[in-house]
């Protein structure tokens, strides 16, 4: 839950992208849908953990191994339906489900910069931050080049 809420932080954002209000990553929709029933600028730390606590629930992360639950518990607090698609697509690794959040989060600033070009700073360093704690590598592309060269 740390890595959470070091992720998200613990200030109020009077509105994100879609235009909704946040405290500590949780949009007032999401707390709401988990059984928080005040104004999201007022939600606690221990209420915002509970609210995590019950997506965490939901997620199915609890019966993954602990680096895999991390990351992907991360995501699906970003965005459940994505966080689903990139375990299912990867088979559960997590250097590709990393991948596959990075490349979804450069394709969204590229194609939507006025909505989501601020946020990808913040992206990148929260992908490189999973991959500190889990000791995961980004995946490197194979060029097809195998020439050595000394020069």
């Not at 997506?55 to 689903?84: C, E, R, T």
């Not at 600033?109 to 909505?115: F, I, V």
């Amino acid at each position: 839950m740390q890595t959470i809420f070091r992720h998200e932080g613990s200030r109020y954002v009077g509105s994100d992208a879609g235009g909704e209000s946040s405290k500590y990553g949780i949009l007032q929709s999401t707390a709401k849908e988990n059984g928080y029933v005040g104004d999201i600028r007022n939600i606690t730390q221990d209420q915002a953990k509970e609210v995590y606590r019950k997506i965490w629930n939901k997620s199915g992360a609890a019966q993954m191994s602990s680096d895999l639950s991390l990351v992907y518990f991360d995501s699906y607090i970003n965005h459940p339906a994505s966080a689903k698609r990139f375990l299912a697509q990867s088979g559960g690794d997590i250097d590709t489900i990393l991948q596959l959040r990075e490349t979804r989060y450069q394709e969204l600033a590229a194609t939507k910069p006025e909505r989501f070009g601020r946020y990808l700073k913040g992206w990148t360093n929260r992908i490189t931050s999973l991959r500190t704690a889990v000791g995961a590598q980004p995946v490197v592309a194979e060029t097809g080049d195998t020439s050595t060269s000394d020069a």
